[in-house]
């Protein structure tokens, strides 16, 4: 697919709007939080996750409450 990962950046960019720049950075698929402490940290990849699970953009994982897991379907 032309474009593909500009497409989907773009889409990582309106997801997570409102996260950019004070406790994420995006590039690509991939994502990097941030914070003062290591549980600021774990606070926000807990929201970033969450995001995730919302918009059904969990590609190729399985969220099943605090464990994750690769989804076999996908390999």
Sequence with gaps: MYNA???FQRCMI??????????IELFIDDFSTFGKSFDHCLYH????????SETNLVLGHKI????????????
């Excluded at 990849?45 to 995730?52: Q, V």
């Excluded at 994750?68 to 379907?73: E, F, T, Y």
């Design 5 to 7: 990962h500009t497409t």
């Design 64 to 75: 099943l409450g605090k464990d994750i897991q690769v989804d076999q379907a996908k390999i």
């Design 45 to 52: 990849l807990d929201d970033i996750l969450k995001r995730c």
């Design 14 to 23: 309106v997801i997570y709007s409102h996260m950019l720049e004070k406790n």
